[in-house]
């Protein structure tokens, strides 16, 4: 399967407990992006990465939050003493954006993994 | 700021018949983009189209059709001769010109095709 994989697809975790999820973008994808997504919504943008390098991050991305790319592949995000409110569907997408030459090669389409869905009991 | 709003929450039509999607954006920018995304069930967001702001022609694609209107600000998705595998829920999205390509959606709409 050469496409967004997440990793795990349900949490459900008690209130104050750390949860970690994974996300594998598509190989030859140099941009990483995490969204998240509450029920009867559209999904909100968190971060991106190009490459190892985190580029912006949403106000929505408390300091309970942190994502890493380390070497540039796969990505990770943490949610430190998690919250009821924290909650959702946490979506990842990748895509690519590059250059030949002069020419500006870029795929504005993002591709999405199925989601980690995390629940806080 | 940058916005989007899909202003039918759900939709529910009839096999065979027609249904469009509505979807109205906000952007100061001159260059953005659009998208249409599909949600079925399993979660998984499926890219169906993206058309750029200096393109204003519309597109078919099979049964699907999108308009694109920059006079209105709207860009509206049309499903022909709906099927039930159509179900799900679609979300149209905003990328601004130099945002690193974060999506802004909206809230969604939620169709339903019964046999």
């Known amino acids: 399967d050469t496409g967004v994989s997440q990793n795990p697809r349900h949490k459900i975790t008690k209130r104050g407990q750390n949860v970690t999820f994974r996300c594998d973008p598509i190989?030859?994808?140099?941009?990483l992006y995490w969204y998240r997504q509450t029920l009867g919504q559209g999904p909100e943008f968190l971060t991106y990465?190009?490459?190892?390098?985190?580029?912006?991050k949403s106000r929505l991305l408390s300091d309970r939050f942190s994502a890493e790319r380390p070497k540039g592949s796969f990505s990770t995000l943490e949610i430190q003493r998690t919250e009821q409110g924290d909650s959702a569907m946490y979506l990842c997408?990748?895509?690519?954006?590059?250059?030949?030459?002069?020419?500006?090669?870029?795929?504005?389409?993002?591709?999405f993994g199925p989601g980690t869905r995390l629940t806080v009991t | 700021a940058q916005k989007v709003t899909q202003a039918q929450t759900e939709i529910s039509v009839v096999e065979k018949e027609d249904v469009t999607l509505d979807c109205v954006y906000e952007?100061?920018?001159?260059?953005?983009?659009l998208f249409w995304y599909k949600q079925p069930p399993s979660g998984e967001l499926v890219f169906l189209i993206r058309?750029?702001?200096?393109?204003?022609q519309n597109e078919i694609s099979g049964r699907y059709s999108w308009n694109f209107q920059k006079s209105t600000s709207s860009f509206n998705f049309t499903i022909t001769a709906s099927q039930v595998v159509d179900s799900a829920v679609y979300f149209c999205?905003?990328?601004?010109?130099?945002?690193?390509?974060?999506?802004?959606f909206g809230q969604g709409t939620e169709l339903s095709v019964k046999p």
């Open positions: 997408a990748s895509s690519f954006i590059g250059t030949s030459g002069r020419l500006l090669l870029s795929s504005y389409e993002q591709y």
């Open positions: 190989s030859e994808h140099n941009r």
């Open positions: 990465f190009q490459n190892e390098a985190q580029l912006e």
């Open positions: 952007t100061r920018d001159t260059t953005y983009y």
């Open positions: 058309r750029n702001s200096f393109d204003e």
């Open positions: 999205a905003l990328r601004g010109p130099n945002q690193g390509g974060k999506l802004i």
